[in-house]
C-alpha cells in the first residue's frame, strides 16, 4: 500500500526557512484523485491543515500560513515539497505529509511525522 | 472557517465499555465530508470513518460513525484494551482547508 516519508533537518533557526520533502512509494503523485498536502501538529493548536498541491500545480494554503508557505510537486521524483519562511519558535512542531481525497476530504495515508524544532 | 468542537474532552473506562463521541460543527459540514482518526503516541492518526458513516476496508466493525449537518458521534461498541487513545474529528467542505478539532481522549478507568 501507498506509503508517506518525509525528511528535512529537524533543527530550524528562527527567521531561516523550514524545508521538508515528503517521498511517495508504492503508489504516484501523478494521479487527479488526490491532492498531497502538510499538516503539522502541536500540543497548543493540535492538528492544523498548512497546504495542499494537485496534479495539475494548483496549490491550497491556509490563510493564516500562506504568506509563509510553499508547497511545490516533482513528479519526476515522485515527491512533493514543502517550504516554510521565516520561521519563529511558534512553528515548531511534527510536520506530516499526506494524501488528501479531492472528493471526500478523507486522509487515508499519512507519513510517520517529522519533529522540526526552531530554535537558535 | 468552520470549527469542529470535540466533546468530552476525556472519557474514562473501561474494556467492553461502550464509548461515545461526540463532534459539533459551527455550520453544516457540506456533504457530510466529516472523518474520524484515531491516534495513539508516536503514531500518525489512523483514519477510521469517512464520510460521517463510512468505514474504510480494515477497520473493525465495533467503530461507527453518525450524524449529519452539524452533529456527528463516533460509537466505538465495545472497547477493546488497544482503543486507548486520542480521537479526532475533521470535515471537508467540498474544497479546501481542511480542519481538525481538538481530540478526544479515550483513557483508561
Known amino acids: 500500500q501507498l506509503q508517506l516519508q518525509e525528511s528535512g533537518p529537524g533543527l530550524v533557526r528562527p527567521s531561516e526557512t523550514l524545508s521538508l520533502t515528503c517521498t511517495v512509494s508504492?503508489?504516484?503523485?501523478?494521479?487527479?484523485?488526490?491532492?498531497w498536502g502538510w499538516i503539522r501538529q502541536t500540543p497548543e493548536k493540535g492538528l492544523e491543515w498548512i497546504g495542499s498541491i494537485y496534479l495539475s500545480g494548483s496549490t491550497y494554503y491556509s490563510p493564516s500560513l500562506e504568506s509563509r508557505v510553499t508547497i511545490s510537486l516533482d513528479t519526476s521524483r515522485n515527491q512533493f515539497s514543502l517550504k516554510m519562511r521565516s520561521v519563529t519558535a511558534a512553528d515548531t512542531a511534527r510536520y506530516y505529509c499526506a494524501r488528501l481525497n479531492w472528493n471526500d476530504g478523507r486522509i487515508r495515508y499519512w507519513g510517520q511525522g517529522t519533529l522540526v524544532t526552531v530554535s537558535s | 472557517e468552520v470549527v469542529l468542537t470535540q466533546s468530552p474532552g476525556t472519557l474514562s473506562l473501561s474494556p467492553g465499555e461502550r464509548a461515545t463521541l461526540s463532534c459539533r460543527a459551527s455550520q453544516s459540514v457540506r456533504g457530510n465530508y466529516l472523518s474520524w482518526y484515531q491516534q495513539k503516541p508516536g503514531q500518525a492518526p489512523r483514519l477510521l470513518i469517512y464520510s460521517a458513516s463510512n468505514r474504510p476496508t480494515g477497520i473493525p466493525d465495533r467503530f461507527s460513525g453518525s450524524g449529519s449537518g452539524t452533529d456527528f458521534t463516533l460509537t466505538i461498541s465495545r472497547l477493546e484494551p488497544e482503543d486507548f487513545a486520542v480521537y479526532y474529528c475533521q470535515q471537508y467542505g467540498g474544497s479546501p482547508p481542511w480542519t481538525f478539532g481538538r481530540g478526544t481522549k479515550v483513557e483508561l478507568k
Open positions: 508504492r503508489g504516484s503523485v501523478s494521479t487527479t484523485e488526490f491532492h
